[in-house]
């Protein structure tokens, strides 16, 4: 394959070949006979896309959910509508937000007044939280055990779950899901390759992405954090990642048995992935590497509120940060509104990140937030709510520091992936030039996505491969 007249990334104006799987010729070059052909027409041709946090199961379920918070549930009206589906078998829903019910979680009894006759589970937005009604209750338990983390109120349940995914899974007798849906949405996006951060991957996790890219619903790379018996997975179709501990303030895991388990992941040598949304979960952690050690891929998940101070602590460490640009876009009148005013300036910093000499990465943390890393871009550098509301604007990225937080190298977020001969033909086509493309950070400018030389996604309005005889012919 040769894309034609493209703006190479890194290098300017060029032709460039596709061979098998990797980029195999740069410069002015000739078609060849039969040979297919992008016609670029300028467009910058970009690395593909990484996202570097993403929790593509969850993600890939979520198409057959229903949407429980703002914006598109904003009250009670609005939940009992959404929940007013025609059937008879298990409602799912997502993104519930106590501000559409005035601040409040609801208990089984609440979701019995909107959905009586079938079951019905509704994800908190952090996706730490089920919500279920009696018919859910009744039919979880009539078979499984109780869960720990299934609330009480003296003798009643109240139908908030907490932590049990595993169990819910196990009781609904559920199997990972097809990814063909989300691995396009992704590939429409100019997205190559995502690291799957979900704590509970294992080797059955690790089998069915093997499986999904093996029949072809997975096309982009995949690196797989998570436990550490991952290692111990045959690695067919997916690359090993870090080590995935996720941190909750109320509960935070004995130290010392941290301590061990990080240098046990070392001794993998692979890093440590920590999950990162508060003050206390970053000083915790901080605390363990300082003890432990901190090695080369050890990195912290989400970083949401960094004081100069910690950020200070995480540079000397040489830790890594995996951040979410687009949440002060998509959840930023919430901050203003709920997190107290002196963590705000502190909330989702970018730029002082980068001075501070943290390496960065961006991730969607999809489907906890929008799976479009252009709109992640445009949220760094615009770091506005979605209501226009400046937030912490010091901290805005160029474009083209927006770009590199996901052109990192998966397994090593310090080093940028290029366009160069012998490189894998991993690439994204847009339909205009980086210096129109950096003024909007558009997904749909996204005209063609390629994944090891094999296009996965080409935009419906123009057929960018064109045969070269069918060319000759029609001049």
Same mark, same amino acid.
Do not use: N
């Given at each position: 394959m040769l894309i034609r007249g493209a703006e190479i990334h890194g290098r300017g104006l060029a032709d460039l070949r596709v061979e098998g799987d990797v980029i195999s010729a740069i410069g002015a070059l000739t078609p060849r006979p039969g040979e297919p052909v992008?016609?670029?027409?300028?467009?910058?041709?970009?690395?593909?896309?990484?996202?570097?946090?993403?929790?593509?199961?969850?993600?890939?379920?979520?198409?057959?959910?229903?949407?429980?918070?703002p914006p598109a549930v904003r009250d009670r009206d609005d939940l009992a509508r959404a929940l007013t589906q025609p059937g008879s078998g298990w409602l799912r829903g997502f993104g519930f937000c106590e501000s559409v019910l005035e601040g409040t979680l609801?208990?089984?009894?609440?979701?019995?007044?909107?959905?009586?006759?079938?079951?019905?589970?509704?994800?908190?937005?952090?996706?730490?939280m089920w919500l279920l009604n009696s018919a859910a209750l009744d039919e979880l338990l009539a078979e499984n055990t109780t869960p720990p983390g299934l609330e009480r109120d003296g003798d009643r349940f109240t139908g908030r779950l907490?932590? &049990?995914?595993?169990?819910? $899974? $196990?009781?609904?007798?559920?199997?990972?899901p097809d990814f063909s849906q989300a691995s396009a949405d992704l590939a429409r996006c100019g997205v190559t390759g995502l690291t799957d951060m979900s704590p509970r991957n294992d080797a059955v996790m690790a089998h069915h992405f093997a499986q999904q890219a093996e029949c072809g619903h997975l096309a982009q790379h995949a690196v797989i954090a998570g436990r550490l018996s991952l290692v111990d997975a045959p690695q067919h179709g997916w690359r090993l990642g870090p080590a995935k501990l996720h941190l909750?303030?109320?509960?935070?895991?004995?130290?010392?048995?941290?301590?061990?388990?990080?240098?046990?992941?070392?001794? $993998?040598?692979?890093?440590?992935?920590?999950?990162c949304v508060t003050e206390v979960e970053l000083?915790?952690?901080?605390?363990?590497?300082?003890?432990?050690?901190?090695?080369?891929?050890?990195?912290? &998940?989400?970083?949401?509120i960094v004081s100069p101070e910690l950020a200070a602590r995480m540079a000397a460490l040489g830790l890594w940060a995996c951040v979410q640009p687009h949440f002060i876009h998509e959840r930023g009148e919430?901050?203003?509104?709920?997190?107290?005013?002196?963590? $705000?300036?502190?909330?989702?910093?970018?730029?002082?990140?980068?001075?501070?000499?943290?390496?960065?990465?961006?991730?969607?943390?999809?489907?906890?937030?929008?799976?479009?890393?252009?709109?992640?871009?445009?949220?760094?550098?615009?770091?506005?709510?979605r209501e226009g509301t400046p937030f912490n604007p010091d901290e805005a990225l160029t474009p083209e520091q927006a770009l590199a937080l996901y052109l990192a190298d998966p397994l090593d977020l310090s080093r940028q992936r290029r366009i160069a001969v012998g490189e894998v033909a991993d690439l994204c086509l847009l339909d205009r030039p980086w210096r129109e493309v950096r003024e909007r950070l558009e997904s749909a400018d996204v005209r063609?996505?390629?994944?090891?030389?094999?296009l996965v996604h080409q935009r419906i309005d123009e057929s960018p491969v064109q045969r070269l005889a069918r060319r000759e012919a029609a001049a």
């Open positions: 992008i016609e670029a027409k300028g467009g910058i041709l970009l690395p593909g896309l990484h996202d570097h946090h993403i929790h593509l199961a969850a993600l890939a379920v979520r198409a057959a959910s229903i949407d429980c918070g609801p208990d089984a009894s609440v979701l019995d007044t909107m959905v009586q006759h079938r079951p019905a589970r509704l994800q908190h937005r952090t996706g730490r907490f932590d &049990e995914d595993a169990w819910l $899974q $196990q009781a609904l007798a559920g199997t990972p909750h303030e109320a509960a935070l895991p004995d130290f010392d048995a941290t301590c061990a388990w990080i240098a046990e992941a070392h001794a $993998q040598k692979r890093g440590v992935a920590v999950h000083v915790f952690t901080l605390a363990l590497f300082e003890v432990v050690g901190a090695q080369h891929g050890d990195r912290i &998940e989400h970083a949401s919430r901050y203003l509104r709920d997190v107290e005013a002196q963590y $705000q300036p502190d909330l989702y910093r970018l730029r002082s990140l980068l001075e501070a000499g943290i390496v960065l990465a961006g991730g969607s943390d999809a489907p906890y937030g929008s799976p479009d890393p252009w709109a992640a871009m445009r949220a760094s550098v615009l770091r506005g709510t063609a996505t390629l994944v090891s030389g094999k």
